[in-house]
T-cell receptor
Framework: QQQVRQSPQSLTVWEGETAILNCSYE??????FPWYQQFPGEGPALLIS?????DKKEDGRFTIFFNKREKKLSLHITDSQPGDSATYFC????????????FGSGTRLLVSP | DAAVTQKPRYLIKMKGQEAEMKCIPE?????VFWYQQKQSKELKFLIY????????QIDMVKERFSAVCPSSSLCSLGIRTCEAEDSALYLC???????????FGPGTRLLVL
């Protein structure tokens, strides 16, 4: 049973377009949702995160939209660049920092120049 | 910048052999996590240490793995008898319990032949 689901599995956009990555979850106790970016051969790196008390979090070209009622969130990458090509993982955690994070299966993003 | 170190980066074992990989958490971090990642898919939680004590682990780890943190600056994950399905990227992350962000190392890529 997958607690965090991501779609699409892969996404291709043109440079300058907005990429939209979707995520949904099951557990209503999840209160913290980080998005990680992973390049081939590297470990994941935190990109942006949001807590369940907020419905939007923005950091430069990256924005998370969060719908607690529907248990859905999305990551929007505006003005996509070829360097954004990577796998993006939506994750979720209950409790505080010492609890494990549950990861989705990832969305592989390709930005074509 | 956070820096979690993992060694070795690559490990090749024959089926039935023992494998061991090490993680040096970020200085001052007391929470250490191990994850298994296959084919750049979702990260599968394996075990969580807090102040060098294992607080949560999946059954597979209890049955076939050995994981310890003999000091606050070193943790290790071992596989007693490697199987083909153990081939994966093993990722270590660390964090402070009071903080949300987990910092990942580059991983140890294990290939079991």
């Amino acid at each position: 049973q997958q607690q965090v689901r991501q779609s699409p599995q892969s996404l291709t956009v043109w440079e300058g377009e907005t990429a939209i990555l979707n995520c949904s979850y099951e557990d209503s106790t999840f209160n913290y949702f980080p998005w990680y970016q992973q390049f081939p051969g590297e470990g994941p790196a935190l990109l942006i995160s949001i807590r369940s008390v907020s419905d939007k979090k923005e950091d430069g070209r990256f924005t998370i939209f969060f719908n607690k009622r529907e248990k859905k969130l999305s990551l929007h990458i505006t003005d996509s660049q070829p360097g954004d090509s990577a796998t993006y993982f939506c994750a979720a955690r209950a409790g505080t920092g010492g609890y494990k994070v549950v990861f989705g299966s990832g969305t592989r993003l390709l930005v074509s120049p | 910048d956070a820096a979690v170190t993992q060694k070795p980066r690559y490990l090749i074992k024959m089926k039935g052999q023992e494998a061991e990989m090490k993680c040096i958490p970020e200085k001052g971090h007391t929470a250490v996590f191990w994850y298994q990642q296959k084919q750049s898919k979702e990260l599968k939680f394996l075990i969580y240490f807090q102040n060098q004590q294992p607080l949560d682990q999946i059954d597979m780890v209890k049955e076939r793995f050995s994981a310890v943190c003999p000091s606050s600056s070193l943790c290790s994950l071992g596989i007693r008898t490697c199987e083909a399905e153990d081939s994966a990227l093993y990722l270590c992350s660390s964090s402070q319990p009071s903080q949300d962000t987990q910092y990942f190392g580059p991983g140890t890529r294990l290939l079991v032949l």
